[in-house]
């Protein structure tokens, strides 16, 4: 069974930091690419941040304008999980973020978590 785990969402005063992890299984985890997304309700799913499967040379990462400077993506394959460190948050960062999944043959992602809530507090 494909499954992936988000954790490490909560409540956090801005300025604070959080860690995400998703943690993947059912799978060939490092032969795929992961990407955080996040959503307020009403609103569109938005892609912040993605690392490369471990078959592109080096892990490339990708970063939203939103999140650039403040949020780092890593990944530890011996694990099967990626990282998505939030420093500095903002109130504005307050959702709830999913991680995805997305193998080198497919053009959108395959396997998406349930999601983890993340709120931040002025």
């Known amino acids: 069974e494909v499954q992936l785990v988000e954790s490490g969402g909560g409540l956090v005063q801005a300025g604070g930091s959080l860690r995400l992890s998703c943690v993947g299984s059912?799978?060939?985890?490092?032969?795929?690419?992961i990407g955080w997304f996040r959503q307020v309700p009403g609103k569109e799913r938005e892609g912040i941040s993605c690392?490369?499967?471990?078959?592109?040379?080096?892990?490339?990462?990708y970063y939203a304008d939103s999140v650039k400077g403040r949020f780092t993506i890593s990944r530890d394959n011996a694990k099967n999980t990626v990282y998505l460190q939030m420093n500095s948050l903002k109130p504005e960062d307050t959702a709830v973020y999913y991680c995805?999944?997305?193998?080198?043959?497919?053009?959108?992602?395959?396997?998406w978590g349930q999601g983890t809530q993340v709120t931040v507090s002025s």
């Open positions: 690392i490369s499967s471990v078959r592109i040379s080096g892990h490339k990462t």
């Open positions: 059912g799978f060939p985890f490092e032969d795929y690419a």
């Open positions: 995805a999944a997305r193998s080198l043959a497919s053009s959108r992602y395959d396997y």
